[in-house]
């Protein structure tokens, strides 16, 4: 008998929710059990076992945690492109011209969600379009809490598919094309260091201080603890006057606690 056949037992369900909010803080709610029922058949097959319960035996027991990671893999769905949700580097291209404008030459950027690379690399495309002929000190954090997306993410290679979205300049000045692949060049691959991080724990061990935090499309796997607790490490870790910018589908109402907002889902960091 296939394995993923076997019905997600409620009390077995109830424990897996449980342990994902705890450890990594997304709330997968009462309405994902048949999402859940259906992709964790791909674990069960993958470590040939039997049935569900003998698989949270294995999540519970594995002091690792990286099961756990292997989970969120496939119950989430990450979906990114490239220059999604274009108006936010519109306004990043505005920014990075003042920071040029005023002297700075150091631009330090987050990306808090990674994913498999997609947000990173049109983030250095539109900085480095942003700096002209100016000599930056230029680096892009980049981090996730799938190993998986972040292996994806470091190798920088896409199927022409993917990369339909960049405009045909930017293809031919910071792409490669390879076996059919369009790999970045190493200009573009440059400023970018890559972690992984889960964003419930707190404090992340990163000092900053960042100029820009991209944390978009990742709040909404949160409750309003989580969000807070994203928001309080965003404020630690900007410099005053930098700014957070989240998903469109996304709101801090009532959790700014520092933050103004400047721009449809952009916050400023008061000085």
Known sequence: MNPSDNTLDEKIYKTIRDLVYNKAGINLGEGKQALVHARLGKRLR?????????????????????ELVELLDVISTNHTNFFREPAHFEFLTEVVKKIVAQGSRSLRIWCAAASTGEEPYTLSMVCQEAFGPTKMDFRILCTDISTRVLRICKTGSYPKARISDIPPEYVHRYWNKDDGHF???????????????????????????????????VMIYFDRSGREKIVIEALRLLKPGGYLVVGHAESLNGILNGLKAVHPSVYQKSF
């Open 46 to 66: 993958a470590l040939d076992l039997p049935d569900h319960r003998a698989y949270l035996e294995l999540l519970q027991n594995d002091q690792s945690g990286e």
């Open 183 to 217: 790999v970045a060049k190493d200009q573009l691959k440059q400023p970018l260091s890559f972690a992984r991080l889960n964003l419930m724990e707190n404090p992340y061990p990163m000092k900053g201080p960042f100029d820009i935090i991209f944390c978009r499309n």
